[in-house]
């Protein structure tokens, strides 16, 4: 099939431009590179340097080909930026999002798969979490989440476009070539990693107060080759839905610690620091809906393997990918 890919120079994007191109399929990554990497594009792809808000570059893209789907990566992505500044995660997320369905609707684009969150239950008391638990996100990049899949929603309903969100839980991991690289980084394995690569002198453990086992957050992550491949399997889908992403096992911040530690045979300094606003304690997912309908399997779903993948990037990696990126908006 011929993909449009917003964000394949990013984290998650790249790994499934990677795969769908592993798997006969013609990709074209459209990314404005202010966050993303441009190493991280695959030579295999076409790649066109630009934003999704800029309506006359994505008419002179659809004219050119057309596309049987669009899967949408590009966003903002870092929960504490979104509480300072929700006015970027609005217009990045949600009226940036619009531009690219009104031109995929000029076009008669038939499919899009979204990028969705566990960020959209906000902090739900019953875990694991299904598709029908109460929506109620905590922050703004949850809520542009939720209502972009509310728009994809209603312009399924009016307009027939097939759109499929997939809500990711933690996202982790890296491929041989591709990692996850942000500036400023944010998320905990990462961070983990580069304090046990010397590069932050301690992990900040935000809050041991929590209502959890030792007192830290408990979130399920999961590789991005299984996400990836959760998107190609999405492909085959003729209806409008939404599943959630996660391997149904929760770990907590400690754990992942205790985990990387054994990993890398490295002892890793912790600080407690107060809570991160907007964290709940727990987000643990139920996948079955996933697995039921369309066949899907986490393939890498053991906590060691997915960061024994992230730390042999990075020590490949030790700087990132090798252009700078500026700090910025979205990817
Ligand atoms: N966290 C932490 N130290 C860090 C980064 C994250 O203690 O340097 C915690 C964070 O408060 C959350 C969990 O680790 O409870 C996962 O955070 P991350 O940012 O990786 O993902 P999120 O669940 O927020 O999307």
Redesign the pocket.
């Known amino acids: 099939m011929k993909i449009l890919v917003t964000g394949g120079a990013g984290y998650i994007g790249s790994v499934t431009t990677q795969e769908l191109l592993n798997q006969g399929h013609e990709v074209t990554v459209l990314d404005h590179l202010k966050e993303g990497h441009p190493e991280a594009v695959d030579k295999r792809a076409d790649f066109i340097q630009g934003d999704i808000a800029d309506a006359t570059l994505l008419k002179k893209t659809f004219s050119k080909k057309s596309f049987d789907a669009v899967m949408h990566f590009a966003a903002s992505c870092l ?1 504490p930026e979104s509480v300072s500044n929700p006015s970027l995660y609005y217009q990045n997320n949600v009226t940036a999002g619009l531009c690219l369905l009104e031109a995929m609707r000029e076009n008669q684009i038939p499919k899009i798969i979204f990028s969705s ?1 566990c ?1 959209i239950y906000g902090n739900p008391e019953k875990m694991p979490i299904t598709e029908e638990t109460h929506r109620s996100p905590t922050h703004p990049y949850g809520e542009t989440k939720w209502a972009f899949e509310n728009i994809l929603k209603w312009y399924s309903q009016a307009y027939g476009l097939k759109a499929v969100s997939l809500r990711y839980f ?1 996202a982790a991991g890296a491929t041989e070539k591709l990692g996850e690289v942000h500036d400023p980084e ?4 990462p ?2 990693l580069k304090a046990a690569l010397g590069h932050l002198p301690h ?5 041991n107060d929590y209502p959890t086992p030792d007192g ?2 408990v ?1 399920d992550y999961i590789h991005i080759l299984d996400i990836a491949q959760a998107h190609i399997l999405t492909l085959k889908l003729e209806q409008t839905t939404a599943f959630n992403l996660g391997n149904g096992h929760g770990y907590s ?1 400690k754990e ?1 610690i205790q985990t990387t530690e054994r990993v890398c045979r490295i002892k890793i300094p912790t600080k407690i ?1 107060p ?2 606003w907007g ?1 709940p304690p727990s ?1 643990i997912a139920n996948s079955q809906k996933i697995e039921k309908e369309l066949g899907w399997r986490p393939r890498y779903p053991a906590l060691e393997g997915i960061i024994t993948s992230a730390w042999k990037w990075l020590q490949n990696h030790p700087e990132g990918y090798s252009t700078k990126t500026q700090k910025t908006e979205a990817h």
């Open positions: 929960v969150s960020a933690n944010t998320h905990l394995i961070n983990v992990v900040e453990i935000y809050g830290t957050c979130r911040v992942v620091s809570r991160r964290d987000l």
